[in-house]
């Protein structure tokens, strides 16, 4: 699977699609990963194990634990109007249009 860093910046030049970036949880599952999406409740770094709420404990060599993300801006005065929010790839498409069309600074 692609970076997603690597990814936005071609979806933001529009050498890519936002559908050519996805890929799907059975992909996952080829690289020799094991998804969960659960909440984790205790982990023992000693034992290489995770404790998963209401779940099993997992064994691991090497975990990663990606944690959830909600922005909110309209919690910040202003942010709403004068920012560009990242978190869908039409927004970062829309960041590399208003790129390509910038001329300059003016002071």
Do not use: W
């Not at 023992?44 to 959830?68: C, F, M, N, R, S």
């Amino acid at each position: 699977p692609r970076e997603l860093k690597s990814s936005h910046f071609l979806v933001m030049q529009g050498l890519l699609t936002e559908e050519e970036c996805k890929f799907s949880y059975d992909q996952l599952a080829m690289d020799r990963i094991d998804f969960k999406k659960a909440e984790v409740t205790t982990i023992y770094t000693d034992d290489h194990e995770i404790i998963l709420k209401g779940g099993p404990v997992i064994l691991y060599d090497e975990p990663v634990l990606a944690l959830g993300t909600r922005s909110s801006p309209r919690s910040i005065p202003g942010l709403q109007e004068n920012s560009i929010d990242l978190s869908d790839y039409s927004s970062i498409r829309q960041l590399g249009l208003m790129l390509e069309s910038f001329q300059g600074a003016k002071y």
